[in-house]
């Protein structure tokens, strides 16, 4: 039962018994990771009478069963296409297929036929995940990983059997497949080798496309090239790897605009061009990535010496949000975001509601002014599903206060909000050499109880009447020693989420890039029945957060905005709306 995959890092909790020992048998026989597997639990039917409390609203969801990755986002005459990990028979990784749903506008989504199931020999054992390329004259590939029945990963390419149908229907895969596969020359592991990314076409009219691997703890991005998309040759150098970082999956590799917020074509490069290169870290569950120079005629790529190449540089979310993946969306000329909000509950109550996983609402994704870092912020479409609104304007929250925002559905809510610090000579000097590198653990041993200098101050969300329950969005600001460096902090405080027990309750921390000294700072937050999706600083840091509260459900949630510093702070401005339900499958 444990040929092909294991434990996943200790991200997700092993509760009941048997779930115990199986957890056990998987690190004792030390397989390779990814998801984790219970053979048992992958093909059950969920229990009809589990309350959906916590089913989002206006997130993507199929109506049940397992997700993960998402897998080919492409805009193809008139419509996005959504592609993604699914198990159509149960709520826990396994069974693997593509699963398919397109839309007209990114928020409402229509179900299709899935485009991809494990039929071949090539893909016999899973329909793993992958891209989707535009070839010259409007024809989309798919490139995708598939596992032979020996478990062998491999990279196979299938296309549209009817380019003409706007609904990409059905899929052929060639038989000439795989078109990729590790062999005794390349020297390629074979339990390591997956995830192709979209190609680009070079200037020397050479198609190219990464695949994620390691080498011993040495993450990789193994480069192919081809002349037709449909013979592939590796390049013997990686275009990029970096030591002690582990099995890189789903790498994502881009250019954007050096100045400006629009997206560009996957294949553009140009002096005004920087490069992005994502990788998700199998063994940590976490997305970086670096910005840099993609030096074309060697075929390497350089990160900038702002970007720090491993899991401590930066990521698109310092919460839960995994196996990312980015497109250009020709028609609004942007560059679009996916990524994987896993659960934080047991296995055996994703079993019992019968669904696990969502996506993150797409995200716009450009280059900061500073070149630095990137910036993300919710599709504009998603303010049309925008209701009732409560607003409040220029109120002071003194020093251990909370204003409650009324009018509001407050568990499934969009809310943005603009705090102006009144004193940041109050701001504690950060002193502890761990912490000035650790946003997380500042967030973590200054929770939102631990009153500061300036702040915590920020948003409780899924609060009970009595505020039993909780979960806090909420920024501090410090000063570096020696200096009058201010250094911010976001943090998203799950630690009181629920009365449950049984929940990953863990509190997510990241650093602000933002000049705070006008003392001026943003927030938004997007609630929805068991996530907080949070852009601080107008998209620098955000934190994505799942939670399960047992009282704060549904109309008896409650939104406050609080300060525990010792300085003031002022609402300028608050803005929250309750959002309606789109038709998502
Ligand atoms: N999920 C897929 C793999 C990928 C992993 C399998 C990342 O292709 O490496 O469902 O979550």
């Given at each position: 039962m444990l040929e092909s995959f294991s434990l996943m890092g200790a991200s997700r909790i092993c509760f009941s018994f048997v779930a115990f020992l199986i957890c056990n048998l998987l690190s004792i026989h030390g397989v390779q990771a990814s998801h984790q597997v219970f053979q048992e639990l992958m093909s059950v039917s969920p229990?009809?009478?589990?309350?959906?409390?916590?089913?989002?609203?206006?997130h993507f969801q199929p109506p049940m069963h397992w997700i993960n990755d998402p897998n080919g986002p492409v805009y193809y005459k008139g419509l996005y296409h959504f592609f993604y990990q699914y198990n159509p028979y149960g709520?826990?990784?396994?069974?693997i297929i593509w699963a398919h749903s397109i839309s007209t506008d990114l928020i409402n989504w229509f179900p299709l036929e899935p485009a991809l199931v494990p039929s071949e020999p090539f893909d016999i054992a899973g329909c793993w995940s992958g891209s989707a390329t535009i070839l010259p004259g409007e024809k989309p590939a798919i490139l995708y990983t598939g596992l032979n029945s020996s478990n062998v990963q491999l990279q196979n390419i299938a296309f549209p059997k009817d380019p003409s149908d706007p609904f990409l229907r059905e899929w052929v895969k060639p038989?000439?497949?795989?078109?990729m596969a590790p062999t005794t020359s390349n020297g390629i592991n074979a339990s390591a080798f997956r995830d192709p990314t979209t190609a680009w076409l070079g200037p020397d009219g050479m198609w190219r496309t990464l695949v994620g691997s390691k080498v011993d703890q040495k993450g990789i991005a193994i480069l192919y090239r081809s002349s037709d998309f449909i013979n592939w040759t590796m390049v013997l150098e990686p275009l990029h790897s970096s030591e002690g970082t582990g099995m890189w999956e789903c790498p994502d590799f881009y250019p954007v605009p050096v100045n400006g917020t629009v997206g560009l074509d996957t294949s553009v490069t140009g002096p005004r061009v920087k490069h992005v290169l994502k990788v998700s870290l199998d063994d940590k569950k976490i997305d970086y990535y670096t910005v840099g120079t993609y030096l074309h005629r060697e075929d390497k790529y350089v990160p900038d010496n702002t970007s720090p190449d491993d899991a401590t540089g930066f990521r698109y979310d310092y919460g839960k949000f995994y196996a990312s993946k980015t497109f250009f969306d020709s028609q609004k000329n942007r560059r679009i975001l996916w990524g994987w909000i896993n659960e934080s509950d047991s296995f055996e109550n994703d079993v019992h509601k019968g669904w696990a996983g969502v996506q993150a609402i797409p995200r716009k994704v450009w280059l900061d002014e500073s070149g630095k870092q990137l910036v993300q912020w919710p599709v504009e479409e998603l303010e049309g599903l925008r209701g009732e609104r409560a607003s409040v304007h220029n109120k002071r929250i003194e020093s251990g206060s909370t204003v409650q925002v009324k009018g509001v559905q407050a568990s499934q809510a969009d809310v943005e909000v603009s705090f102006q610090v009144d004193d940041l000579n109050k701001a504690e000097v950060l002193d502890d050499p761990d912490l000035l590198v650790n946003p997380q653990g500042i967030c973590s041993e200054k929770g939102a109880a631990v009153k500061g200098g300036v702040g915590p101050f920020g948003l409780l969300l899924f609060a009970s009447h009595d505020l039993q329950e909780q979960t806090a969005v909420f920024f501090r600001v410090f000063k570096r020693p020696n200096s009058n460096h201010l250094v911010v902090v976001m943090c998203s405080d799950q630690s009181k989420s629920t009365l449950e027990k049984d929940v990953d309750k863990t509190t997510y921390g990241g650093f602000v890039d933002v000049h705070i000294s006008d003392g001026h700072i943003s927030l938004r937050t997007l609630i929805d029945n068991s996530i907080v999706e949070s852009f601080g600083g107008g998209g620098k840091t955000c934190i994505t957060a799942r939670v399960y509260p047992k009282l704060a459900v549904g109309n008896d949630a409650r939104l406050y905005v609080f300060n525990n510093g010792s300085s003031a702070v002022t609402l300028s401005k608050l803005t929250a709306w309750s959002m309606r339900k789109p038709s998502i499958n």
């Open positions: 229990n009809s009478s589990a309350n959906q409390l916590h089913r989002t609203g206006y709520s826990i990784w396994g069974n038989s000439y497949n795989p078109v």
